[in-house]
Structures are given as structure tokens and as C-alpha cells.
């Protein structure tokens, strides 16, 4: 399979960019898109490797060009990776579909799963698209802004953690179907499994996914590494505001059927003093209440951070007596359209929430 060699613009990622880049992409994860202490492993083996991460921007993708999607699928709280069975999975699709990969593109922004699309386009030798299938992380596989747009899923490729096993999905019914599928395998092989799957073309690459996302998490993640005030420079950047700031008083947690369900609940601190907040998670945050009342809604993103830092701190990872911030940020605008919302709506009720969508800054100017 020959590649397509014609690239006009590659920049290469430092090791601090990479860092920087775990840390922004993290603060899009609404808690979940795993465990940034993972990614930051990933981005010190690759280095220590020997691999360069070269990024491309959608716009200097031939069209012609076939981009895949990767990910890791399964509970955030068991989520594991092998870098050489990941590469495997692509490899495996490749063969499968009978074509050569210009480039790898995250399927969401993600403190772990961003870095393995990262991780397997550097040891493919290709570049990684300055783009992703979400603009935050998402609990569902269907749940890309690519289901929008009517890009297929399938062919997939569902591997376990070290690639002894393998399923090619060569067709589904519908994207629910596909979601069903990778989520049962991952649950049959310990809570974890790498999936390859959308083949687009450099032409779709420039229409659909959510534009240089990666150069914006790499700014956010610069922000909270060298700002005086972290949590206000992320804000400011993202048009996000802070929802809330207190200490945890309480965490329920299950992980079942492939994923992590997590509640958590908070009393106020400094200004926030008296009131009460409650978030609710699916891998990722979906719901937050104030004081009883709607806070914030998915496709909206919750972020759980640490108050000094500004650093995300995982669903699965806060404990009772952290004392921490909830950023809520504007979700990407397609998934604020009309088919955008029917996705998340879907995906809410059958968590069982029952709030309809506002736009998070309604709720801000609403409750003063």
C-alpha cells in the first residue's frame, strides 16, 4: 500500500508541547476522556522511543487522503494502554480496508484518549490532524460531530489491550449499533479496548471535525503552566465561567457495562459560601445542579479542576474532601444545532436526566 507523501506544512511537537497538550485537552474532558496521568506517561515513553509527533492542519490534508479515527473504548476508571497492540489495531483496518492512513486524527479532546491517536500516528510514522471528532470528550462512540455530518462509522476494527483479539465491524444497522458493539467487547476484555474506525478523506477532514482543537488545548494547557491565574486565563480563552468552588462531601461511584457512573456532591467555600452543587457523570460529566436547580447541561462542558492549578481532575479520581472548582464552556457550535442536540438528548435520557438543553450562558445570566 503505497502512502500519499504530499504534505506542505508539518509542525513537530516538543515534549512540552505534548505535556501541554494533555493538560488543555484534559479541561475539555468534562471529567472523563481518561486519566491525564496516563497521557503523560504516553508522551514519556513515546519521547524516550525516539518517535517525533508531526501535527498537520486540516486545511493542508489532500483530499484525496484517507485520515482514521482512534481511540481507546471502556470504563475511564479501567482504561489501559499498549502502545504496540494500538498500532496493530490501525494496522489491522489498513489491511481490512485496503488502504494506507495519510494521518490519524483523535476522536475527542481527552487527557488520555487525545494522546493515543497522538501516540499511534507518531510510531505509524504519519501525522496527527490538528482536529478532533468532538471538541470535548464524550461517553458514547456514536456521539461525534461526524454522526451530524452522516459520516459512516464502520469499517471498525475493536481490539483488546494487547491486540490477542480482534473484531472487524464491517458494517452496522445504525451508529447506535456500533456504540453496542464496541462497548460490549470492552467490557468482555477487562474494561478496555482500541478501536479504529472512520475512514475520511482530506476533503471531509476539512469539513466535519472540530477544527485545530489541538493547537487550542496546547494554549490552555501553556495557559495553566505559566499564568499567575490559571483558572481566569482558561476562562477568558474559552468564554467558559466558573460554576462553582467548594469541597467534596460526597462520591458515588459504579462502573458497569463499559462504563464509570459517578455522582458527586459539594458545599461552598469563599463566595460560594451556603450553596450546595451536585454533578453527575457517564465517563463524562452530562448534568450539574446549584442548589437543586440546573447549573449546566451536556453537550455543555463540566470540568471538575483543582482550584490552584486549573488542572482537570477526573470524575473517577476526586475523593471526598478534595477541594476543588467546576468550569462549565460553551460546547462546540455543531453540537448546539438541532441535530447536535437530538444526539445528546438521546444519550441524557437514557441516563436518566430529564432537564431539556440551555445554553450555558442563559443559566449564568439567569441565576444573576
Known amino acids: 500500500m503505497k502512502r500519499t507523501r504530499l504534505r506542505l506544512s508539518l509542525k513537530t511537537l516538543t515534549y512540552q508541547d505534548l505535556m501541554d497538550l494533555v493538560d488543555g485537552a484534559a479541561v475539555f474532558s468534562a471529567g472523563g476522556g481518561g486519566d491525564p496521568e496516563a497521557g503523560y506517561k504516553i508522551v514519556e515513553k513515546l519521547v524516550s522511543d525516539g518517535y517525533q509527533v ?20 471502556g470504563a475511564t476508571t479501567s482504561v489501559e494502554y499498549d502502545a504496540d497492540a494500538a498500532v496493530k489495531t ?92 464496541a462497548r460490549v467487547l470492552a467490557a468482555e476484555w477487562n474494561q478496555t479496548a482500541y478501536t479504529a474506525r472512520r475512514i475520511l478523506t482530506g476533503a471531509q477532514v476539512k469539513a466535519s471535525p472540530v477544527q485545530l482543537s489541538l493547537s487550542k488545548a496546547m494554549r490552555i494547557g501553556r495557559f495553566l503552566r505559566k499564568t499567575v491565574e490559571p483558572v481566569k486565563a482558561v476562562l477568558k480563552e474559552t468564554g467558559g465561567v466558573k460554576l462553582f468552588e467548594g469541597v467534596v462531601d460526597s462520591v458515588e461511584r459504579k462502573t458497569e457495562a463499559g462504563f464509570t457512573f459517578v455522582n458527586v456532591k ?71 444545532t438541532s441535530k447536535g442536540l437530538e444526539l445528546w438528548k438521546d444519550v441524557l435520557q437514557r441516563s436518566n436526566i430529564r432537564e431539556s438543553y440551555v445554553p450555558l450562558e442563559n443559566l449564568v445570566i439567569n441565576k444573576g
Open 90 to 181: 490501525l494496522r489491522a483496518l489498513e489491511k481490512y480496508a485496503d488502504f494506507s492512513a495519510y494521518a490519524v486524527i483523535p476522536v475527542e479532546l481527552g487527557g488520555l484518549n487525545t494522546l493515543t491517536a497522538v501516540d499511534v500516528a507518531a510510531r505509524c510514522e504519519i501525522p496527527v490532524v490538528d482536529a478532533d471528532g468532538a471538541g470535548r470528550s464524550v461517553p458514547e462512540v456514536h456521539l461525534k460531530v461526524y454522526t451530524i455530518d452522516e459520516v459512516p462509522l464502520a469499517p471498525m476494527v475493536v481490539a483488546d489491550l494487547h491486540a490477542k483479539n480482534m473484531v472487524i465491524v464491517r458494517e452496522t444497522a445504525d451508529l447506535r449499533n456500533a456504540e453496542r458493539i
Open 54 to 73: 508531526q501535527l498537520v492542519s486540516p486545511s493542508e490534508v489532500p483530499d484525496a487522503a484517507k485520515v482514521v479515527n482512534f481511540a481507546c473504548v
Open 266 to 336: 459539594l458545599h461552598g467555600t469563599d463566595e460560594y459560601s451556603g450553596n450546595t452543587f451536585e454533578f453527575k457523570a457517564k465517563n463524562e460529566v452530562l448534568v450539574a445542579y446549584k442548589n437543586g436547580k440546573l447549573a449546566a447541561i451536556a453537550p455543555d462542558i463540566v470540568t471538575p479542576v483543582h482550584r490552584e492549578t486549573g488542572k482537570c481532575i477526573t470524575a473517577e479520581k476526586i475523593e471526598e474532601g478534595d477541594k476543588i472548582a467546576v468550569l462549565g464552556l460553551p460546547a462546540p457550535e455543531k453540537w448546539r
